[in-house]
Nanobody, 126 residues
């Protein structure tokens, strides 16, 4: 089992930036695909982006393409989500997650992600 801890959330104005971090411990981090999800008030958890162990990425939320960048540093057991040009609709709790596999099957397989952090709140004011 992988233990995950998110950080970096906060309150930012429209157009601002934040960088979320996800620190992993426990099972070997570098072999797992990792992902970011978010859940806005009153909505279901949504798959934002994912990254496989070798660094290949997949962005599943069309609204974040070109604004968000997912990355990882296996030596530091840490994954990141750089969020630029933030909008009020990006307001949500952001969750870090680890997959059972090292590869990515696609945006329609969020069920592959089985380990979760506690979440970090991102609030974008208008």
């Amino acid at each position: 089992q992988v233990q995950l801890v998110e950080s970096g959330g906060g309150l930012v104005q429209t157009g601002g930036s934040l960088r979320l971090s996800c620190a992993a411990s426990g099972r070997t981090f570098s072999t797992n695909a990792m992902g970011w999800f978010r859940q806005a008030p009153g909505k279901e958890r949504a798959f934002v982006a994912s990254i496989k162990w070798s660094g290949g990425t997949l962005y599943c939320a069309d609204s974040v393409k070109g604004r968000f960048t997912i990355s990882r540093d296996n030596a530091k057991n840490t994954m990141y989500l750089q969020m630029n040009s933030l909008k009020p609709e990006d307001t949500a709790v952001y969750y870090c997650s680890a997959s059972l596999a090292s590869y990515l099957r696609g945006c329609t397989y969020p069920q592959d992600f089985v380990s979760w952090g506690q979440g970090t709140q991102v609030t974008v004011s208008s």
